[in-house]
């Protein structure tokens, strides 16, 4: 357990180290004028000269990137400059909002696509199986933002039964705050959960044709009994792989959702630094999406060796 803890750290790192690199790379090396694109077309030379000694950018790159990367490290990510705040002040602020959502629209995709999963798998070529397949069809070919706008029609204009938008902060209450986001995780779950549903069924029946399954049918125990006994823990694999990959879809997806919903969020926070070319908060805020993602498979790979010891046993 040991050595394979080891090599998925190690892994983690090199990881976490590329992608930096390739972060640093698109927002600062490419052709262009970092600080010119940062004021405008219109600002004069000597301000764009005195933004770029601000921010270090006549500095080599090699140093530039060690600069940015030692100060992650310390927690230091540098000024905004649309905002005139600490950077860190202002992820930690969204981050508030975008991690329980996002958490939110896991565990909603994970019960979601596992009850319809198992469901349609339990009645294999019945009309429960063929229905479900039908609806999780039309859940991949409804786009997160479509779906978000759909939502508010029916559950704020018609029903008014949620807020169409905003939030009002967690110091109103936990379940107002939980209220605010479930339409916005409802809307980034549902396409998510119709994929899972399918690998989820497709996961089962294969395990379900297994001699083993079928040994303990013929011993006398009931298909009921023999899925949560014998077929759940051996299907999960393929499924934990897809919910991680999920994880990095459910991330960007905050990025649309909170604009529609306009939740003050992380992925807002993106929106509204590109617009105000903040490159600063940028490349902090991407990098902070990519360890996220990178730290979330992470966590998958661990579960791998509880659900199948095999996958342990490979690595040492």
């Known amino acids: 357990m040991g050595l394979f803890l080891l090599k998925r750290l190690l892994t983690l790192i090199a990881t976490l180290a590329g992608a930096s690199v390739v972060v640093f790379l698109v927002l600062e090396i490419l052709p262009g004028d970092a600080a010119q694109t940062m004021m405008g077309p219109d600002a004069s030379p000597e301000a764009v000269r005195a933004l770029a000694n601000r921010l270090g950018l006549d500095r080599p790159a090699l140093e530039r990137y060690w600069h940015w990367v030692s100060g992650m490290a310390h927690g230091e990510l540098g000024d905004s400059y649309a905002y005139s705040s600490p950077v860190l002040e202002l992820v930690a602020q969204r981050l508030a909002l975008t991690v329980p959502l996002a958490l939110m629209a896991m565990l909603l995709t994970a019960?979601?696509?596992?009850s319809a999963g198992i469901y349609a798998a339990a009645r294999h070529n019945r009309l429960g199986d063929v229905g479900m397949m039908a609806l999780t069809q039309v859940g991949i070919a409804i786009p997160n933002f479509w779906f978000a706008i759909l939502l508010i029609l029916l559950f704020s204009v018609q029903l008014q039964w949620f807020s169409a938008g905003g939030f009002a902060g967690w110091d109103e209450g936990l379940l107002p705050g939980l209220r605010a986001l479930l339409l916005p995780a409802l809307s980034l779950a549902v396409v998510q959960a119709a994929i899972l549903a399918r690998i989820t069924r497709s996961a089962v029946l294969e395990v379900m044709r297994e001699d083993y399954v079928r040994t303990a049918r013929a011993k006398g125990l009931s298909q009921r009994a023999a899925?949560?006994?014998?077929?759940?823990?051996n299907a999960m694999i393929p499924v934990v792989t897809v919910m991680g990959l999920q994880s990095?879809?459910?991330?960007?997806g905050t990025i649309v959702v909170e604009n529609v919903f306009y939740l003050p969020g992380l992925g807002r926070l993106i929106f509204q630094s590109i617009s105000n070319r903040d490159l600063i908060v940028v490349r902090n805020c991407v990098m902070l999406l990519a360890t996220m993602v990178v730290v979330l498979n992470f966590i998958v790979d661990l579960l791998y060796a509880v659900i199948d010891p095999r996958v342990k046993a490979s690595d040492i």
Do not use: G, I, P, Q
């Not at 019960?111 to 596992?114: D, I, R, S």
């Not at 899925?227 to 823990?233: A, E, I, K």
């Not at 990095?248 to 960007?252: S, Y």
């Open 248 to 252: 990095a879809e459910l991330l960007a």
């Open 111 to 114: 019960v979601l696509a596992l």
């Open 227 to 233: 899925l949560w006994r014998h077929v759940l823990r």
